[in-house]
């Protein structure tokens, strides 16, 4: 027997143009790596998609590959993650299941206050598979408290549970602070566990308990992620025998400066230093700066000519993160507020005045920021496009700088 496991795919994720697509192409690469090992099954453990609703485009380039899948006789097992779900409760595998492409092994009926689990039976191994969904905000730990587990504990048989929630026990230091459920409310008993939403490779054994994994996300997420892991991978499982396998579209090169005492100038020199004369084709560049600049602002590094510079060389696409990089005028914060709101207001308070505006006193200028940070913290609603969100976070802005005369 030999099958697969991946998930957090985050199809569209990405939403700098150059990326946009790799989370599309990844996928179709680890679709094709698994029909290249010739697996029995494939198992997609929550977050194919980055929404519920996904674009067109992405949705096609996704039921091709399946299809491909689907003349090799090769069955796709999924559970829903956080990011496949709507409020509504609905979600694109729903669509992707009824075409026969997929099927979601979260099966079964709530009996007297307790939810109970109907497996899935792979045709061709004999294998057993069910699983839990994964919602935000680990929502899904009222469904774990709720399992009735005898019936899945006492099935005979290799068995395997698909699941999208972090596991207490199994969260790496940086994550602590995450929501998360005991392996207590898992089913015990089963061979295989396999685990998404934590985006990190790990593979581990506890007591009464079958293999657990985390694949990690098939493509970073987001820059850190890129920073640490550059790309993704999946498990594959053959005959017992467990092995993580990258899944690489592109090269990445992280560049690390310590800026603390520097100027622009000299940040621009040797980062240029660092890059040097080598060709980056295929490759994915980080830039991430910190400390705190001896003199003028992060705005003084000339970042075009960096940048250009790496294209020059046929980088691929180049990302920067100067969150951590600051300047003498705004060292020194004191921010002892016991509240994410507080710490916004002390901030405000400590910063006021800074750039002069015409008839603006401090109350009204303290006032202007906090209506313009509130605005601009709105996320978009379900199912609104792109543009109309734009559209509507511009209007509010407006209005904002029309009754303060500033537009």
């Known amino acids: 027997m030999k099958f697969a496991h991946f998930s957090d ?18 996928f179709a690469k680890a679709v094709d790596f698994c029909m290249a090992q010739q697996v029995d099954f494939v198992l997609i453990a929550g977050d194919l998609f980055n929404t519920s609703l996904p674009p067109i485009d992405k949705l096609k380039a996704v039921v091709t590959k399946l299809k491909e899948l689907q003349t090799r006789d090769i069955p796709i097992y999924v559970t829903a993650g956080s990011h496949d779900y709507s409020p509504s409760g609905k979600t694109m595998l729903e669509v992707l299941e009824e075409a026969g492409l997929l099927i979601n092994v979260v099966k079964g009926e709530v009996q007297d206050n307790k939810l109970k689990l109907n497996f899935t039976i ?7 598979i069910t699983g839990m969904i994964g919602k935000k905000g680990m929502l899904e730990r009222s469904y774990y408290e709720a399992l009735d587990t005898t019936n899945l504990e006492n099935e005979p048989g290799y068995k395997i549970f698909m699941f999208h929630t972090a596991i207490s026990e199994l969260k790496p230091k940086e994550l602590e602070m995450m929501d998360s459920t005991p392996i207590s409310l898992l089913p015990k008993g089963f061979n295989y566990y396999a685990g998404g939403h934590v985006h990190i490779i790990k593979q581990e054994q506890l007591p009464g308990y079958g293999t657990i994994t985390y694949p990690g996300a098939l493509f970073p997420a987001n820059f850190k992620e890129l920073e640490q892991f550059h790309h993704g991978g999946l498990y594959l499982v053959d005959d017992n025998k467990i092995a993580w396998h990258p899944i690489a579209l592109h090269k990445v090169r992280t560049i690390k400066l310590d800026c603390n005492q520097k100027t622009p100038q000299e940040v621009e020199q040797a980062l240029f230093e660092e890059i040097g004369n080598h060709d980056y084709a295929n490759t994915i ?3 991430r700066l910190f400390g705190c600049l001896r003199q003028g602002r992060v705005s003084d590094i000339n970042f075009q000519e960096i940048t250009q510079r790496l294209y020059d060389r046929n980088a691929h696409v180049v990302l920067k993160n100067t969150n951590a990089l600051t300047t003498k005028e705004f060292e020194a914060i004191n921010a ?3 509240s994410t709101e507080d710490i916004e207001l002390k901030l405000v308070k ?9 008839d603006m006193t401090p109350e009204k200028e303290e006032m202007l920021i906090i209506s313009l940070m509130k605005t601009l913290s709105m996320e978009k609603d379900e199912g609104e496009r ?22």
């Open 122 to 128: 792979d045709k061709k191994t004999g294998v057993k």
């Open 285 to 287: 560049i980080t830039i």
């Open 336 to 338: 002892d507020a016991k």
């Open 386 to 407: 792109n543009l109309d969100f734009e559209n509507r976070l511009r209007a509010e802005v407006e209005q904002i700088l029309t009754n303060e005369k500033l537009i």
């Open 350 to 358: 400590e910063h006021l005045g800074q750039i002069p505006i015409q």
């Open 9 to 26: 795919v985050h199809i569209g994720s990405w939403r700098d143009p150059k990326l946009h697509n790799t989370s599309t192409e990844v």
